[in-house]
């Protein structure tokens, strides 16, 4: 029996669920790395991409984009890796005192980073022995407690390495006393990473994961941009788009235009040019792709308003970048980028801003979808919907319509909030949308089908992309109308 009041500490085997990831400004991106499981990994800092990805490396632009991303209001990002088709893990045999194989320490992810790990076997300060893992330069990296049996090796990597993995060996006897070796075979033949494998590294960033934008963070190939718009509709994300790093507004164009084709286009949004950060060494500067800044800037601008509202203009101000890439567009120029679905990043006032929030549709083909914040508001509202569903399932349908009521009156009180906040456009909530849970929705077929349905009509408000100011001068013999 517990005491009211006070607290109780209950003990449980398994966690309890967690509820489905509803975040829209979470970046989910793919990437090379250094090193780094074949599995999306969430991490919250620059440090915390250190630990699991390991170091900056001159082959990948994606520490540097995620760099650019934190500093500029992201708080969450899911990696997912990518390495060529015969990447292989480093490995060291550890010996028993007749030299058979007692176990196979194994690098915890694939890649030649680990060619330069070492593993030694040491005394122990009891009994037993000890794993011992260090650095190229003889530095001790981590070393486990006193070990009695091969299992009990197994288990330490298993719980406590950040190096390595221990697999038992042919041998039944525990390893024999050896000083630091350096593992090898490791290998992440990046040189043979084609499309293939980008997409397969893309496919690791399952539905699951919950909604949020994804990038491909430097690459900006129409077979990339494909790949991420398919990616985005099929698993309701938003693309950022990184154009290729070039002042030649035709070229720009003609990028948006192949990704158009692709389909998919309202998930997705192309920015240019790219941007100019502080650099890693003090007093340098780099240049990265445009989409860790957008997805910063979205991270940042959702957190304080909603989906809806573009992260541009004041609200895409820059907090950390200097600088674009390229010089500043004439008005005209930049107007035809516009129109033609390449959302301009600019200098202006001192400072650098997104200056576009327009989807890659075709404007007079698709009109309805060229608010970029629009595809967002339906991502976020389509994650909420899913998650209320979630709930409805395998629930009793009764004859009283109470629980056809209760999931209409869920997904009505979902709703609110956004009409509240101004992104759903009407005077009253009853103008701003409407959730049909009625008899011509939940027709007797669908029911006897076992199905409950619901349609959520919206009406998404719009941004003002245009500002016009008309001042008039009255004579001061006249009256100001």
Known sequence: MSVRPGTQIIQRETPPPRSAPTDTGVWLVVGLTQKGA???????????????FGDRVSYSILYDALDTYFHEGGRKAIISRVVGPAAATAHLNLLDASSGVSLVANANSPGDWANTIKVAVTAPLVSGYRIQVSDANNNILETSQDLPDQASAVSWASAQSEYITIALGASTQV??????????GGLDDRANITDTQWQNALNLLVKDLGP??????????DAAHAQLLVHAGANNRTALLDL??????????????????AGNAR?????????????????????????GYVAGGIARTDAAFNPNTPAAGDNGQAQWAIDVSQPGWTDAVRTDLNSNGVDVIRVLYGGVRTYGWRSIVD??????????????????????????AEHYVLQPIDGNQVLISSFGGSLKGMLIPYFNEGALYGASSAEAFYVDVGPQVNTPQTLQNQELHAVISLRMSPFAELVVLEIVKVGITEAVA
């Open 38 to 52: 074949q599995e999306p990994i969430m991490i919250e800092s620059m440090s915390e991409y250190s630990s699991k």
């Open 363 to 388: 404007p007079l083909l698709d009109p309805n979808w060229i608010n970029f914040g629009n595809a967002r508001l339906f991502m976020a509202i389509a994650a909420e919907a899913d998650v209320i």
């Open 212 to 221: 949020g934008q994804v990038s491909m963070p430097g690459r900006s190939t």
């Open 244 to 261: 290729p790093d070039t002042a030649t507004a035709a070229t720009l164009k003609a990028s948006v235009l192949s990704a158009r084709n």
């Open 267 to 291: 998930f997705g949004a192309a920015f240019a040019p790219w941007m100019v950060v502080p650099g890693y060494v003090p007093g340098t500067t780099r240049t990265v792709p445009s989409s």
């Open 175 to 184: 390893p024999a006393v050896v000083s630091a070796q350096p593992m090898a």
